[in-house]
């Protein structure tokens, strides 16, 4: 197995306070990995470790087996879109190509052209007077033509309404089908990352709550509903838990079958999964990876 991404005790902190801590994960290569969690919880600290705008204050991380921040060579392997796709207002389309051209030695001219084509882009007008939506695919294009091995994108498209969207996710599956570029892309919008994404990462308050392929955490995920009693039934490992008088329900990892007929299992859908991990933080919990 390729990895995209390995990363070990990575950490970074500014000042006192550690924006992610002690993450170990592997994200192989050739999948769309979703990253979520709450404003503030460290993706795009993450994301930026990984492009090599920040250096680790512990740890290490290897992304497409180099470095970040290593070279011209360690460049090249990574396309990185940040938060509020930059673009520089004053230069025009075409002259965002050029200077594409310019600083990547793998630059595909006409990938570039005509992905500028078809979006309809006029490549005479300044960045600063395209729409949000119209930016991140300039922002994108920027950064598929560069021919990268992983495409990092952080919240691509929080500024979008939901159809342009939608097309800007389709653009980037179709991407992803015929370059076999990897992805990482981070968002707060859990029904597209359900589309698009085939890996789940979420980070809550600086750390990995859990990762894995997304079918394999539906799999292995369920809502358990049963008779108030002292616990949960044994084989499940309590994610978040919610009790009336009579009755408890979990979401729960199972580690085996529930033979307990007392108890239902229910299936759980991404949102749910997402929303059970990102509310289960007040007890610090090790970090499960399913690989
Ligand atoms: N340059 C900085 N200086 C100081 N603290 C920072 C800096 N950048 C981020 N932080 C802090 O690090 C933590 C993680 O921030 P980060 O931007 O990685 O989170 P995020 O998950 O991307 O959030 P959001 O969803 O709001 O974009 C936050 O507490 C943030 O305040």
């Not at 902190?13 to 993450?23: P, T």
Request: aromatic residues 4%; glycine residues 12%; neutral net charge.
């Amino acid at each position: 197995m390729t990895t995209t991404l390995s990363a070990r005790g990575l950490g970074r902190k500014y000042g006192k306070r550690w924006a992610l801590a002690g993450c170990t994960l592997e994200i192989p290569a050739g999948h769309v990995t979703g990253l979520v969690g709450p404003n503030g919880a460290g993706k795009s600290t993450l994301l930026n470790l990984a492009a090599g705008m920040l250096a680790p204050s512990a740890g290490r991380i290897e992304v497409c087996g180099g470095r970040p921040g290593s070279g011209t060579a360690q460049l090249a392997k990574v396309g990185y879109v940040a938060q509020d796709t930059p673009t520089y207002a004053g230069m025009t389309v075409a002259e965002h190509l050029r200077l594409g051209a310019r600083l990547n030695p793998r630059w595909d001219a006409a990938l570039a052209a005509e992905r500028i084509a078809r979006l309809g882009l006029d490549p005479g007008k300044r960045a600063g007077k395209l729409s949000g939506g119209q930016r991140a695919q300039l922002a994108l294009t920027l950064g598929i033509a560069k021919r990268p091995e992983v495409l990092l994108l952080d919240e691509p498209v929080a500024a979008l309404d939901p159809l342009a969207r939608r097309e800007f996710l389709q653009d980037l599956m179709a991407v992803v089908v015929e370059q076999g570029v990897s992805v990482v892309l981070s968002s707060h919008l859990v029904s597209d990352l359900e589309r698009v994404c085939d890996h789940l990462v979420v980070l809550v308050e600086s750390q990995v709550r859990v990762a894995g392929p997304l079918d394999d955490l539906l799999a292995t995920h369920r809502r358990l509903t049963g008779p108030r009693r002292d616990g949960p039934p044994p084989g499940a490992e309590v994610v978040t838990e919610s009790h009336t008088e009579r009755q408890s329900t979990y979401v729960a990892r199972l580690t085996g079958p529930v033979h307990d007929p007392a108890w239902t299992a229910g299936e759980l859908g991404v949102e749910d999964l997402v929303l059970a991990y990102m509310g289960s933080g007040a007890t610090a919990r090790p970090a499960l990876e399913v690989l």
